[in-house]
């Protein structure tokens, strides 16, 4: 497995975040889904991280500073 750093600009990242995205908003009550779009997961105060095992992507995740000594995970997510 390689963990890397990542720019969100790949197709096959995209495809993650949006099943995450999906999945979220079908089994989050409605005004309940915090998880970030692309958007959020590009912003300046957030790292974005890809898990690959070879060529095919296997999971991701983010996390937010929140301040210099607090942070938040976000879009932690894994394809089975």
Do not use: N
Not at 18 to 32: F, N
Request: hydrophobic share 40%; proline share 4%; aromatic share 4%.
């Amino acid at each position: 497995m390689d963990i890397r750093e990542d720019d969100l600009t790949g197709d096959a990242v995209r495809g993650v975040i949006r099943a995450h995205l999906d999945q979220m908003v079908s089994q989050t009550p409605a005004g309940s889904v915090y998880a970030l779009d692309l958007g959020g997961l590009t912003a300046p105060d957030v790292t974005f991280w890809s898990m690959w095992d070879g060529a095919e992507i296997i999971g991701c995740g983010a996390l937010k500073e929140l301040d210099p000594r607090h942070g938040e995970i976000k879009s932690m997510h894994t394809l089975a």
